[in-house]
């Protein structure tokens, strides 16, 4: 149940662009994305609750595919505060009735370098 | 935006003690709030859901008679591990849920440390 999330590393340089994908292999009824620095509480960063929807937020943006049961996370330009662990959480049904969850993916951990 | 705070942010404790952890909204009224522990490099693993006034619903194999959880109001939910071990060590993070709404607002987390 719990999404794979890819790559499970990246490191970029300041500037430079970067894809973080979660897969499921449950029907998804919404994709929430959370950055997570070290010894601090996960943030959050968008939800996205319709098939095919798209968000944006600054320079960092998302889709979600409900038919491929994915999420993508794109970090345009990235700075060095986006340096941190990526997770994606997954909202299913976990009794084939009225009972959803959100499951976590293992996170991406991403280097922005100078 | 909402907040969360937690505390105490760290803990360390001798084997066999209890340690409480709180879990306060401090600006909203959070009718559901959760609690995760995660280990070093790994994801959020829940433990359990409190919905306020009601008892908590654990997650399987997440033992309730050591985990306590009492959401006494809107506002504050505890969290005490009993009799904790050194394998009960781990960083246990809260989070809030406003009413009919999607997002989460986390809590700054609490690394304990038993010993």
């Known amino acids: 149940q719990q999404p794979v999330q890819s790559p499970q590393a990246v490191i970029l340089r300041e500037g430079e662009d970067a894809v973080i994908n979660c897969s499921s292999s449950?029907?998804?009824?919404?994709v929430h994305w959370y950055r997570q620095k070290h010894g601090e509480a996960p943030v959050f960063l968008m939800i996205?609750?319709?098939g095919g929807e798209q968000k944006g937020h600054e320079k960092i943006s998302a889709s979600f595919n409900e038919k491929k049961q994915q999420s993508s996370l794109y970090l345009t330009a990235s700075q060095l505060s986006y340096s941190g662990t990526y997770f994606c959480?997954?909202?299913?049904?976990?009794?084939?009735?009225?009972?959803?969850?959100?499951?976590w993916g293992l996170g991406t951990s991403l280097a922005v370098n100078p | 935006g909402a907040v969360v705070s937690q505390h105490p942010s760290r803990v360390i404790c001798k084997s066999g003690t209890s340690v409480k952890i709180e879990c306060r909204s401090l600006?909203?009224?959070?009718?559901?709030m959760f609690w995760y522990r995660q280990f070093p490099k790994q994801s959020l693993m829940l433990m359990a859901t409190?919905?306020?006034?009601?008892?908590?619903?654990?997650e399987q194999g997440v033992e309730k008679d050591k985990f306590l959880i009492n959401h006494a109001s809107l506002t504050l939910s505890t969290l005490t591990v009993t009799s904790a071990h050194p394998e009960d060590s781990s960083f246990y993070i809260c989070?809030?849920?406003?009413?009919?709404?999607?997002?989460?607002?986390f809590g700054s987390g609490t690394q304990l440390s038993v010993l």
């Open positions: 409190s919905n306020e006034g009601s008892k908590a619903t654990y």
């Open positions: 600006d909203f009224q959070a009718t559901t």
């Open positions: 959480g997954t909202e299913i049904d976990v009794n084939a009735g009225n009972n959803r969850k959100l499951i």
């Open positions: 996205l609750l319709k």
């Open positions: 449950k029907a998804l009824y919404s």
């Open positions: 989070s809030a849920r406003i009413g009919g709404g999607e997002k989460l607002f």
